[in-house]
């Protein structure tokens, strides 16, 4: 089959790849196999293609990249019994072991035998087909495009922080960072019930973006102003009832604080690169909660939700759109991270 192959660091093929290995194209009795339409490209899989390696995952082997897929159900096992051939779905990318305690307890995303895709080992589904579990697989509303259900991967770490956010209606958040997760964590904190969100970044195109998606967010170039002085004056001195940390980057990591009103939440939702350095006086002060997620669990359904009612809109956060024979380039684009892009798409052929 035709897939998009991380070589090594830098070097990326799209090839014939027939090193699928049986155990992923085998299909079981809950399985389900998928013709895939769209795939998003995600910041993990453009990190794995510039650095060859997240934390302790390492690209030592040729390893095909892409984890936000939607597609069609093409053939099922023979115990499937809530998918159908001809449906259309999207996945969610992470199997854990069903047997682990993680599991067992419900928190199978922090899984530690959890099987990713496009996380070292494991393929990803930049390529024609996937077999995947029908109990990680969920069929799309009549209303939900594919790529509109492509996007449900990312909008399912912001939902999982506005949960454990714990937002109740009325709040006021802040989202430092207005890249894709940044932006489905404010629409995700609206969603849940926050009157406000302020969106802080330094690009002033995403910070166009995130203003055009609700009268109820505001945008802060944070190269020009500091987003704690905003919030403080908006909120009367007394700050953000949550924060949500979506840059990645220890130096806006470092102050997350600073806006936060005292009893207040922060949700560490970008993973950071270096240690950062942690305010220990200013969260004990604010007796504030803090939260950390790691991707999500039991929210894709959700997601669908919103996504087929509306109460989430995704569609302005897709902002191009590449086919599979162009999708060397499409790495290459989202590689130099243009400001006026959120997400990229990958159609399938």
């Given at each position: 089959?035709?897939?998009?192959?991380?070589?090594?660091?830098?070097?990326?093929?799209?090839?014939?790849?027939?090193?699928?290995?049986?155990?992923?194209?085998?299909?079981?009795?809950?399985?389900?196999?998928?013709?895939?339409?769209?795939?998003?490209?995600?910041?993990?899989?453009?990190?794995?293609?510039?650095?060859?390696?997240?934390?302790?995952?390492?690209?030592?082997?040729?390893?095909?990249?892409?984890?936000?897929?939607?597609?069609?159900?093409?053939?099922?096992?023979?115990?499937?019994?809530?998918?159908?051939?001809?449906?259309?779905?999207?996945?969610?990318?992470?199997?854990?072991?069903?047997?682990?305690?993680?599991?067992?307890?419900?928190?199978?995303?922090?899984?530690?035998?959890?099987?990713?895709?496009?996380?070292?080992?494991?393929?990803?589904?930049?390529?024609?087909?996937?077999?995947?579990?029908?109990?990680?697989?969920?069929?799309?509303?009549?209303?939900?495009?594919?790529?509109?259900?492509?996007?449900?991967?990312?909008?399912?770490?912001?939902?999982?922080?506005?949960?454990?956010?714990?937002?109740?209606?009325?709040?006021?958040?802040?989202?430092?960072?207005?890249?894709?997760?940044?932006?489905?964590?404010?629409?995700?904190?609206?969603?849940?019930?926050?009157?406000?969100?302020?969106?802080?970044?330094?690009?002033?195109?995403?910070?166009?973006?995130?203003?055009?998606?609700?009268?109820?967010?505001?945008?802060?170039?944070?190269?020009?102003?500091?987003?704690?002085?905003?919030?403080?004056?908006?909120?009367?001195?007394?700050?953000?009832?949550?924060?949500?940390?979506?840059?990645?980057?220890?130096?806006?990591?470092?102050?997350?604080?600073?806006?936060?009103?005292?009893?207040?939440?922060?949700?560490?939702?970008?993973?950071?690169?270096?240690?950062?350095?942690?305010?220990?006086?200013?969260?004990?002060?604010?007796?504030?909660?803090?939260e950390n997620i790691?991707?999500?669990?039991?929210?894709?359904?959700?997601?669908?939700?919103?996504?087929s009612s509306a109460?989430?809109?995704?569609?302005?956060?897709?902002?191009?759109?590449?086919?599979?024979?162009?999708?060397?380039?499409?790495?290459?684009?989202?590689?130099?991270?243009?400001?006026?892009?959120?997400?990229?798409?990958?159609?399938m052929p």
């Open positions: 089959m035709k897939a998009l192959v991380l070589e090594k660091r830098a070097e990326l093929s799209l090839r014939e790849f027939p090193d699928i290995s049986r155990a992923e194209e085998n299909l079981g009795p809950r399985d389900v196999r998928i013709k895939l339409h769209t795939v998003g490209i995600c910041g993990s899989d453009v990190h794995y293609y510039t650095h060859g390696r997240i934390g302790p995952f390492v690209v030592n082997d040729p390893m095909i990249l892409g984890h936000e897929a939607s597609g069609t159900v093409i053939e099922t096992g023979p115990d499937v019994t809530t998918l159908k051939v001809g449906d259309r779905v999207c996945m969610e990318p992470g199997i854990p072991d069903p047997n682990s305690r993680a599991t067992q307890l419900g928190l199978y995303n922090i899984d530690p035998a959890v099987r990713f895709w496009a996380t070292p080992p494991v393929h990803g589904i930049l390529r024609p087909t996937c077999v995947h579990p029908e109990s990680f697989t969920f069929k799309l509303p009549e209303n939900v495009s594919f790529a509109e259900a492509a996007m449900v991967e990312p909008l399912a770490v912001g939902v999982h922080a506005a949960t454990k956010a714990r937002v109740k209606p009325g709040d006021v958040a802040v989202v430092l960072g207005a890249g894709p997760i940044g932006l489905v964590t404010a629409l995700s904190a609206l969603a849940a019930g926050c009157a406000h969100v302020f969106v802080a970044d330094l690009a002033e195109k995403k910070l166009e973006i995130a203003a055009d998606l609700s009268a109820a967010i505001t945008p802060v170039n944070v190269a020009k102003t500091d987003i704690a002085e905003v919030v403080l004056k908006a909120t009367d001195g007394w700050g953000a009832d949550i924060v949500f940390e979506a840059t990645g980057s220890p130096k806006a990591a470092a102050h997350v604080f600073e806006p936060l009103c005292p009893g207040g939440c922060v949700v560490m939702i970008g993973g950071q690169s270096e240690p950062i350095a942690y305010d220990c006086g200013a969260a004990m002060v604010r007796e504030a909660r803090v790691f991707r999500y669990a039991h929210v894709f359904p959700r997601c669908l939700g919103m996504l109460a989430i809109d995704v569609k302005p956060l897709i902002t191009r759109t590449f086919d599979f024979d162009d999708s060397v380039r499409a790495f290459d684009i989202a590689a130099s991270a243009p400001p006026s892009d959120v997400k990229m798409q990958i159609r």
